[in-house]
Structures are given as structure tokens and as C-alpha cells.
């Protein structure tokens, strides 16, 4: 299947500083990217969807100041969390829609970020 | 928003019996996806089901779809210490976006 990859797998970073969290499709094009936010045995929390070239789409409630998303190729898309405060620190999963390959998402290893 | 909810939220059984976790959604869908998660790690898909079927078979994998009742079950059959993952059923509704709805998702323990 296809693979996306999401680097780095685990970041700490002190407060105030930026992080970024790049997500790349290896063999295939992606559409359309999805970036995640999973907090502790919770379910998978949709922040944006970002469309190669244009501006990403946020969720309600999520800072579009603060995750600051860059879709600027069909195969990487990067999440910056920009001035971090600890209670950004949680785990980060990117996925990717394959173009024209339909609607099965592939998703990244996850970064857990840990901002002390 | 998620639409999904799980059950059990967590299940413990021994290896080698079977696995039923129950998945419930609220809105129309075009698919209805599997997903699983092993502790700290990203989501590997499982098996897909559309909205006009009504069973799908993957391995030992079984799962059903009741869009009357808004509502999907998969089943792990012959259950093994490797299938300890937190399961997770996902809904897209259609168009172009590709965006998925997650349930809150099954932790399974399979105890050896």
C-alpha cells in the first residue's frame, strides 16, 4: 500500500519555541492531507485539511494562528505549532488521500510532541 | 466532530476466541472504514465497506453494515496476542474532500 511518512516521531521542545511536523506521501500523490490531534486513549480530533497549493481548511475551535499548515507540493505537508505552551503537547498524526485512488486514507507514524 | 461511537470502549478476551466491537454513526454515508492503532503509533486500514453492501470478509476479519440501523460491526475472529491495538471505525460521507469522521474508538486486549 501506500506509504506516508511523518517526521520526526518524537519531539520535545521548551515553551514558547515553534515545531514543525512534516508529513510526506513516498509514492504517491496526495490530494488532499489531514492533519490530527489525538489526546490519550481518545479518538483522532480532525484540526485542518490542506489541499496542495491552497489554504488549509480548519476545524472549528482549532487556531489556525497557532498550527500554522503548508500543503506546497503534492507530496508534503508540514504542521508548524508555533509558540508551544504545554498543553499543546500531545500526538500529531498526518493522513493522505491518494489522488484519483479514492477515499482509503494512509496515515503517518504519529509525532508525539511533548512541549516542557 | 465524531459522529462514531464504539463499543465496548474496551475489550478483554483470551487468544484464539473471537472479537465483536459495534460501531454507531449518526449522519448518511457514503463508506464506512476500519482502522487500527497499535499504542503510540499511526492508523493502518483495515477494510473498507460502502454504504450499498452489507458484509465484507478480509482475512479474519468480518465486517457488516446496517445503514438503517446507522450501524457497523467488525469482527476478529480467532483472536491473537498481535491483534491488541485500539480499533477505530471512520465515516465518509462523499465528496471530494476525502474527510473522515473517527469514533472514539476499542481498545482490544488479547491476553496470550
Known amino acids: 500500500g501506500a506509504v506516508v511518512s511523518q517526521h520526526p516521531s518524537r519531539v520535545i521542545c521548551k515553551s514558547g519555541t515553534s515545531v514543525k511536523i512534516e508529513c510526506r506521501s513516498l509514492d504517491f500523490q496526495a490530494t488532499t492531507m489531514f492533519w490530527y490531534r489525538q489526546f490519550p486513549k481518545q479518538s483522532l480530533m480532525l484540526m485542518a485539511t490542506s489541499n496542495e497549493g491552497s489554504k488549509a481548511t480548519y476545524e472549528q475551535g482549532v487556531e489556525k494562528d497557532k498550527f500554522l499548515i503548508n500543503h506546497a507540493s503534492l507530496t508534503l505537508s508540514t504542521l508548524t505549532v508555533t509558540s508551544a505552551h504545554p498543553e499543546d503537547s500531545s500526538f500529531y498524526i498526518c493522513?493522505?488521500?491518494?489522488?484519483?485512488?479514492?477515499?482509503?486514507?494512509?496515515f503517518g507514524q504519529g509525532t508525539r510532541l511533548t512541549v516542557v | 466532530s465524531q459522529q462514531g461511537e464504539e463499543d465496548p470502549q474496551a475489550l478483554s478476551i483470551q487468544e484464539g476466541e473471537n472479537a465483536t466491537m459495534n460501531c454507531s454513526y449518526k449522519t448518511s454515508i457514503n463508506n464506512l472504514q476500519w482502522y487500527r492503532q497499535n499504542s503510540g503509533r499511526g492508523l493502518v486500514h483495515l477494510i473498507l465497506i460502502r454504504s450499498n453492501e452489507r458484509e465484507k470478509h478480509s482475512g479474519r476479519l468480518r465486517v457488516t453494515l446496517d445503514t438503517s440501523k446507522k450501524s457497523s460491526s467488525l469482527l476478529i475472529t480467532a483472536s491473537r496476542a498481535a491483534d491488541t491495538a485500539s480499533y477505530f471505525c471512520?465515516?465518509?460521507?462523499?465528496?471530494?474532500?476525502?474527510?473522515?469522521?473517527f469514533g472514539k474508538g476499542t481498545l482490544l486486549t488479547v491476553n496470550p
Open positions: 493522513s493522505a488521500a491518494q489522488r484519483g485512488g479514492g477515499v482509503e486514507a494512509f
Open positions: 471512520a465515516t465518509y460521507g462523499g465528496g471530494s474532500n476525502y474527510k473522515l469522521t
